[in-house]
């Protein structure tokens, strides 16, 4: 079946610091990818998604590149604030889907 | 914007007692999810609804039942509430198949006692 896993948090920064999240998948034939966040209190909200391979989704400053070969989506961000301190989770969808399946979750805390 | 509206941010229920969790949408959206949040699991599906009066099992459905009577309402009901089902319930919905966003509610924080 469809799975992602995503490296274990918690992850603590600097501000400014380089963010990077790996996250990979395993699933049949081209599923399209997603980074949802989670910030303290709130519901997931969708930060990026690609849905073919090369595809790179970009938002808020984070970047993620869809690597089919290595069957890697993982999520960068070249200088983070205090206020991206939240739960990012990867998920992926199988084309033609309505389902969406969830890695673990990396909790990030930056700090002043 | 699309919103996602769950009744309760906190519960706490007693061990046994039928649980209902509501979440209502107002974007006329065809596809709805129950999931369960847990350190270190992420979020698993528990049942998700495509159509008015349809639903399918998610990954995890023992112990949970659902409800979708009307388009913009989708109930998750915990038949006897047992001290494993305290969790994280999120609750989200989709315009449709293929590449549509999902939308997510604030959560419910259930504790069962």
């Known amino acids: 079946g469809n799975s992602v896993t995503q490296m274990e948090g918690p992850v603590t920064l600097s501000e400014e610091a380089f963010l990077t999240i790996n996250c990979t998948y395993t699933?049949?034939?081209?599923?399209?990818l997603f980074w949802y966040v989670q910030y303290p209190g709130e519901g997931l909200q969708l930060l990026l998604k690609?849905?073919?391979?090369?595809d790179k989704g970009s938002n808020k400053g984070f970047e993620a590149t869809y690597r089919k070969e290595t069957t890697s989506f993982h999520l960068e961000k070249g200088s983070v604030q205090v206020s991206d301190s939240a739960v990012y989770f990867c998920?992926?969808?199988?084309?033609?889907?309505?389902?969406?399946?969830f890695g673990g979750g990396t909790r990030v805390l930056v700090k002043p | 914007d699309v919103k996602v509206t769950q009744s309760s941010r906190y519960l706490v229920k007693r061990t046994g007692e039928k649980v209902f969790l509501e979440c209502v949408q107002d974007?006329?959206?065809?596809?709805m999810f129950w999931y369960r949040q847990d350190p270190g699991l992420g979020l698993r599906l528990i049942y998700f609804s495509y159509d008015v009066k349809m639903k399918e099992k998610g990954d995890i459905p023992e112990g949970y039942s659902v409800s979708r009577e009307k388009k913009e309402r989708f109930s998750l009901i915990l038949e006897s509430a047992s001290t494993n089902q305290t969790s994280m319930y999120l609750c989200?919905?989709?315009?449709?198949?293929?590449?549509?966003?999902?939308?997510f509610g604030q959560g419910t924080r259930l504790t069962v006692v």
């Open positions: 699933a049949t034939g081209y599923p399209s």
């Open positions: 989200a919905s989709s315009l449709g198949w293929g590449d549509t966003e999902a939308f």
């Open positions: 974007m006329d959206h065809e596809n």
């Open positions: 690609a849905t073919k391979a090369d």
């Open positions: 998920a992926l969808r199988k084309a033609a889907g309505n389902k969406l399946t």
